[in-house]
């Protein structure tokens, strides 16, 4: 059988290289039966002040593909280039870029069963989603959508993307003891969704791959084999 094919988004202050890394455990736990592939945002970001809080509550610094060239799928703070989940702000910058480079992904390295997420990767896996249910984007033809660390963007401009439940079917992945993204902003995301499946973790801001987890990836992957 040949593996679900599946297009990995990566959180804010990550790229391609630095997601693949923090995301081993889950390809070698699911390795017969997804190909994971990597794709990096357009918009690089400053390096963090020891004050922000960046996304990688776990596996802080930056190994090797690590996160020395951070970069976001947009900002929230459209002078300062900055991103915050919790930002509200009447418009964002650098979204329609990224729809572009997703895009292109598809028409280069697709075509793909699924697509993944992870934190401010996983809002915007939310908003694909959407442009491909209101048929703005004829290309993509994802049959499904894990959202790990999810939330509702707080953006005035993208309230659009929650107007329609998704059909798509989806699994919202999330730690209670996530301090990036709490779970009760992951939890606002999930009724976005038409029939949601949720698993939650006790851990943090991370891609969760025990082998406990094993099982309810592997049911909801199955379904599109």
């Not at 596996?59 to 919790?86: H, Y």
């Not at 480079?101 to 989603?129: H, N, T, Y």
Request: hydrophobic share 35%; net charge negative.
């Amino acid at each position: 059988m040949a593996p679900v094919r599946v297009l990995c988004i990566h959180g804010y202050r990550q790229n391609s290289g630095s997601f693949r890394e923090k995301t081993g455990a889950l390809r070698k736990l699911l390795k017969k039966q997804v190909e994971l592939v990597y794709l990096s945002a357009p918009h690089s970001v400053q390096q963090a002040t020891s004050e922000d809080a960046p996304e990688k509550e776990n596996n802080s610094g930056a190994g090797p593909g690590g996160d020395e060239d951070p970069k976001g799928w947009w900002f929230s703070d459209i002078q300062a280039r900055s991103f915050s989940a919790q930002q509200e702000c009447e418009e964002s910058l650098g979204l329609e870029e990224s729809v572009s480079v997703v895009r292109e992904a598809v028409k280069v390295k697709g075509p793909f069963d699924g697509i993944l997420g992870f934190s401010q990767g996983a809002a915007f896996v939310a908003m694909l989603c959407s442009l491909q249910e209101r048929k703005l984007e004829p290309d993509f033809s994802f049959r499904f959508a894990i959202l790990v660390a999810g939330f509702r963007s707080a953006c005035n401009e993208h309230q659009q993307f929650y107007n329609a439940p998704l059909q798509i079917p989806s699994l919202h992945v999330f730690g209670l003891e996530d301090r990036v993204i709490s779970d009760k902003l992951s939890r606002e995301l999930v009724p976005s969704f038409q029939d949601p499946e949720v698993m939650t973790h006790p851990g943090g801001h991370f891609v969760p791959a025990a082998s406990a987890h094993r099982q309810t990836y592997q049911d909801f992957l199955k379904r599109f084999q």
